[in-house]
């Protein structure tokens, strides 16, 4: 079965902490992203990666840092300096040509 | 910059009843728009993508249509059942090449029994 996986689904860290979500995906795309939802707001980006080894920062990248060392894993680490970092984060690929948005299942980060 | 809008924010209506749901953009330069669907707590599910070149896409009792020129996308769900109770998004991606797509930030539809 093609798709993403997001590990883990639900993952509570103490204030201070580094976390890091992962995000795998076996659609063979080149394009991977990742946002985050809060309640009664739309997605926001958080970084995007068009080819591996290469990624842009989104709307929303201080506080969080990515790599993309293999196609198919993208992982978001939240750091301590992410003033709110409790939400939940969904992690996306899409193919080329036309550029259809698959999600992974997402991640709810509670940190107190 | 571009803008994407779903107004009502949230909808109830009886089971059996067809619907449409609205999707505005401010800037008709767009590459594709897709419709989506987010059970609560869940990821989002691609349910219709309709390329700039295209008036509309059909899946079983959906049928999303792209007016560009007006900038504005419907997404139709005929004979709805309670099932179809959800959160529906529309995202953009612009033509212009940054492969950054834009969210609205949904319309949460409720189907009554």
């Known amino acids: 079965d093609g798709g993403i996986t997001q590990s883990p689904k639900y993952l509570f860290r103490k204030e201070g902490q580094n976390v890091t979500l992962s995000c795998e995906q076996n659609?063979?795309?080149?394009?991977m992203y990742w946002y985050r939802q809060d309640p009664g707001q739309g997605l926001r980006l958080i970084y995007y990666?068009?080819?591996?080894?290469?990624?842009q920062k989104g709307d929303i990248a201080e506080g969080y840092s990515v790599s993309r060392e293999k196609k198919e894993s993208f992982p978001l680490t939240v750091t301590s300096a992410q003033k709110n970092p409790t939400a939940f984060y969904l992690c996306a690929s899409s193919n080329k040509t036309p550029y259809e948005q698959y999600f992974g299942p997402g991640t709810r980060l509670t940190v107190t | 910059k571009q803008e994407v809008t779903q107004i009502p924010a949230a909808l109830s209506v009886p089971e059996g009843e067809n619907l449409v749901l609205n999707c505005s953009f401010t800037?008709?330069?767009?590459?594709?728009l897709q419709w989506f669907r987010q059970d609560p707590g869940k990821g989002l599910t691609s349910l219709l993508l309709?390329?700039?070149?295209?008036r509309e896409q059909t899946s079983g009792r959906l049928n999303a249509s792209l007016d560009k020129s007006s900038g504005r996308s419907t997404l139709y769900i005929a004979a709805s059942q309670p099932g179809d109770s959800a959160t529906y998004l529309c995202?953009?991606?612009?033509?212009?090449?940054?492969?950054?797509?834009?969210f609205g930030t949904g319309t949460r539809l409720k189907v009554l029994a």
């Open positions: 800037d008709s330069a767009i590459y594709n």
């Open positions: 659609l063979n795309h080149d394009a």
């Open positions: 995202a953009v991606l612009p033509s212009w090449g940054t492969y950054k797509y834009i």
């Open positions: 990666s068009q080819i591996v080894n290469d990624f």
């Open positions: 309709i390329q700039s070149s295209q």
